[in-house]
């Protein structure tokens, strides 16, 4: 990747494998700062392994990753971690059943993001620190849910309140795995305005997005990545990569594409 300037999160000649299975293989792919990602595969692709490279939580079997200038290997994780937002679907936070028990607001939730904590350290947490989690849950659209025990919050509710955590320590790199599964259509289309307005407020912000539907593709996203059987299929600007003969390969179907205020669709095109 010479004669580039270094990016946010840079892969080379990546091979990741466990116990006799390939999970990534050969993936070179470079993330700018300040670029918003979309990652789109079937099942099995290779996903959720790219997106645990970048967010510093799994070293490659093969060829160098480099995250935020820093080289996997040769830095300091703990470190690392903290310049890294990471909210998947799949993936509770840290002892969210405690949090639940002792009847946590949304507020609370939010600012152990600040310590990355699984409880929240109240000699930690200053007037600034109370104002921006108020600040934070109003940018993703639920400030009402402020006062609200995080245990009663709907799911879609729960996903705008993680990404409100993720963002308290002010992070370089957002990544986002499957933010939308089983969210009902409302909190999906509330979830991707929240996600858009992000992009749109905080333009040193690079962010990653793994999905599986097209329809999840937030209007801002600037470049996506295709992912079929553990390769990289095709990766580059959103214009030249969402097409009918990409997706059609990527998901092993043909596929007609449509574009409509600046979101995506797709649909099986019947013999």
């Not at 000649?13 to 050969?26: E, I, K, N, Q, S």
């Not at 993330?31 to 290779?46: D, F, Q, S």
């Not at 600040?114 to 109240?122: D, F, R, V």
């Not at 214009?239 to 594409?257: D, K, M, N, Q, Y």
Request: proline content about 4%.
């Amino acid at each position: 990747m010479g004669g580039l300037a270094p990016g946010a999160v840079e892969l080379d000649g990546v091979d990741v494998r466990v116990v006799g299975r390939t999970l990534l293989a050969g993936v070179d792919w470079r993330v700018g700062y300040g670029e918003h990602w979309v990652v789109l595969g079937p099942n099995g692709a290779g996903k959720t392994t790219l997106l645990s490279l970048a967010a510093a939580v799994r070293h490659p079997t093969d060829g160098v990753v480099t995250v935020l200038g820093q080289r996997l290997g040769r830095v300091d994780l703990r470190e690392l971690r903290n310049r890294i937002g990471l909210v998947a679907a799949s993936r509770r936070l840290v002892d969210e059943e405690l949090l639940e028990e002792e009847g946590a607001t949304a507020h609370t939730v939010v600012l152990t993001g600040y310590t990355g904590t699984s409880a929240p350290l109240w000699d930690r947490y200053g007037q600034a620190e109370h104002e921006r989690a108020h600040r934070l849950l109003a940018d993703m659209g639920c400030k009402d849910l402020a006062d609200r025990p995080f245990r009663v919050c709907s799911q879609g509710e729960r996903a705008r309140v993680r990404i409100a955590r993720a963002l308290m320590a002010d992070p370089v790199i957002l990544l986002l795995d499957e933010p939308f599964a089983g969210l009902d259509l409302p909190a999906r289309e509330d979830l991707i305005a929240a996600v858009e307005d992000l992009a749109l407020t905080r333009p040193v912000l690079t962010t990653i997005t793994v999905t599986h539907h097209l329809e999840e593709v937030p209007a801002t996203t600037t470049h996506v990545l295709l992912m079929r059987d553990s390769r990289v299929q095709v990766a580059g600007g959103v214009a030249e990569v969402l097409t009918g003969e990409h997706l059609s390969e990527c998901f092993g179907r043909p596929l007609r594409i449509d574009r409509h205020d600046g979101r995506w669709s797709a649909r099986a095109v019947r013999g």
